[in-house]
């Protein structure tokens, strides 16, 4: 079973109802339910009552589920670290470092406008 995705959306947000978890992901509730049932059967979630709202059910993870995410990450970084070094020199290692950072404050930035429309004209033409 490969599913660390879910578990990583369930570090990042703490226990949440399914809903939520639909939503983070953009699935059907259907196509979550069942993979719901399957990390509950592998031991990477749980499933508990909402204590303030008896009626809904909250997704977490487990420590097992946490140790699973853990050794993904782990051999993600390991296999992205062999091939940046088997396919960029330092140079390009670098600039891709530079342009990573930039990237990360570009998502980051709060832009106060929104984009125009694909359909928009641009001034001067």
């Known amino acids: 079973m490969r599913l660390p995705w879910l578990l990583s959306t369930l570090k990042r947000t703490g226990s949440v109802p399914a809903s939520r978890l639909a939503a983070e992901e953009r699935l059907a509730p ?27 059910i909250l997704i977490s993870p487990t420590p097992k589920g946490g140790d699973v995410l853990a050794n993904d990450m ?18 390009e290692r670098d600039a891709l470092g530079k342009a990573a950072h930039a990237m990360l404050k570009l998502a980051a930035h709060d832009a106060t406008s929104p984009a125009p429309d694909a359909g928009e004209e641009r001034g001067g033409s």
């Open 30 to 56: 259907q196509s979550l339910t069942r993979l719901i049932a399957e990390l509950e059967q592998a031991g990477w979630i749980r499933r508990e009552r909402n204590e303030a709202d008896r009626r809904e």
């Open 74 to 91: 782990h051999a993600r970084t390991a296999w992205l670290e062999e091939a940046l070094a088997a396919a960029l020199d330092d140079g």
